[in-house]
Structure formats: C-alpha cells, structure tokens
C-alpha cells in the first residue's frame, strides 16, 4: 500500500511570492490533515478535512492561507503571499474512517522563504 | 489550551542500553496517545500507540505506559539499536469525533552510539 506522498519535497522561494503543496492521501481515507512543523517542535494542525469538508480550520491563518480538497481525495495547501516566517516543514497526513485516530503521515514539504 | 510536554529534549544512549521519553499531558479528556519517529527525508512513522483503557502495550523491543490520573504516558526502547536513531515524537488526542486533534510533545532526539 502506498502512503501518504507530498509534492514538492522542498521548496525555495523569496518572500511575497506564492506557494502552493500538493498531497495525495492514502488510498480510501477519508480523513486529510494538513500540520505546520517548525524546526525543533513538534507539528501543529492547520486544517482538518473531512472528504472534501474543512472540519476544522481554526488554526489555519486565513489572511494569507488557503486549502482546498475538491473531489475529496488529493489537497492542496497555498500560501500567498509567503513571510519569512513560514519557512517550516508542511506536513500531510489521512486516516481512514475505521480507525479515525490512527494518522499516517508524508515525508513534507520544506519550504525556505528567502 | 491542550499542552503535551516532553522529555528530555535530547538522549543519548549506547547500543544495547534502554531508552525512556517521557510526555505529560494537560487535557483530562484525552483518550489516545500515539507515537512517532521522524527520520531525516522520511515521515513520521507511527511506532506504537495506545489507548485510555490500556496502561501499558508492548510490541516486541518497543512498549508505552499511560497512567491517567497522572496524566502522563512513556516510550521505552530496550536493547537500542543505532537504528533507532531518530527523533520522537508523543501526541495526545481527544475522541475523532470530540474533535480528535493530535496534540504534539516537542520532540526528542534520540541517539544510539554502536
């Protein structure tokens, strides 16, 4: 079984510019999060879906952040414009609708906002 | 608001030794507890997880200890390999459907010297 897979897996671009991560969850769940991993912590959720719903959002900074999952399946995180402060590790993760808290994570995006 | 600590931030132990990371939790309504490892250019891998109604779980070098009125669970490693080598994260969550955020320690960066 494939797992959680990212694109791109790092990303350099300079401050004001966009950004966009795709991610392809695990085949038949249901459940996508996307986690927000600066160097040294742990991650933070940004948003929930649920099939195509945002079930969660609260923590996702709307000014300049934007998610969408159309058909329910693969997501994409935007930020535009980006700081230099969202230089971070972006973090996709799903899980099935049988076993809700069990999260499968991707490898990530890194991105370095210059 | 939800608050795990972990510790300590760094360990360092020789092949063959045990290794213990200890996580505290603020949410007295948390009921699930997984853990991570984070390797360099791959995703976080779920190692072990357990549940509220369990107080320990054991799969083969690797078990999790939980005690809830203490709210406070641990990882132990026995008999390192340097292959575990790698940086741990603990989590905490609520029911999927009282919400069901993961909540993440702040990581320790566990190293085996052979």
């Known amino acids: 079984e494939a797992g959680v897979v990212q694109s791109p897996r790092y990303k350099i671009i300079e401050k004001k510019q966009p950004v966009a991560f795709w991610c392809n969850p695990i085949?038949?769940?249901?459940?996508l999060y996307w986690y927000l991993q600066n160097l040294g912590q742990g991650p933070e959720l940004l948003i929930r879906?649920?099939?195509?719903?945002?079930?969660?959002d609260s923590q996702l900074p709307k000014d300049r952040f934007s998610a969408e999952r159309l058909k329910g399946v693969d997501s994409t995180l935007k930020i535009q414009p980006a700081e230099l402060g969202d230089s971070a590790v972006y973090l996709c993760?799903?899980?099935?609708?049988?076993?809700?808290?069990?999260?499968?994570f991707g490898p990530g995006t890194r991105l370095t906002v210059l | 608001g939800e608050n795990v600590e972990q510790h300590p931030s760094t360990l360092s132990v020789q092949e063959g030794d045990s290794a213990v990371i200890k996580c505290t939790y603020s949410d007295s309504a948390s009921n699930y507890f997984p853990w991570y490892k984070q390797e360099l250019g791959k995703g976080s891998q779920l190692i072990i997880d357990?549940?509220?109604?369990?107080g320990e779980k054991k799969d083969q070098r690797i078990a999790v200890t939980l005690n809830k009125t203490a709210k406070h669970f641990s990882l132990h490693i026995t008999e390192t390999q340097p292959e575990d080598s790698a940086v741990y994260f603990c989590?905490?969550?609520?029911?999927?459907?009282?919400?069901?955020?993961?909540?993440f320690g702040q990581g320790t960066e566990l190293s085996v010297k052979p």
């Open positions: 989590a905490a969550s609520r029911d999927y459907n009282q919400g069901g955020k993961l909540i």
């Open positions: 879906y649920e099939n195509e719903e945002a079930v969660d």
């Open positions: 085949s038949g769940h249901n459940t």
């Open positions: 993760a799903s899980s099935s609708g049988t076993s809700r808290d069990t999260q499968y």
């Open positions: 357990i549940r509220s109604n369990v």
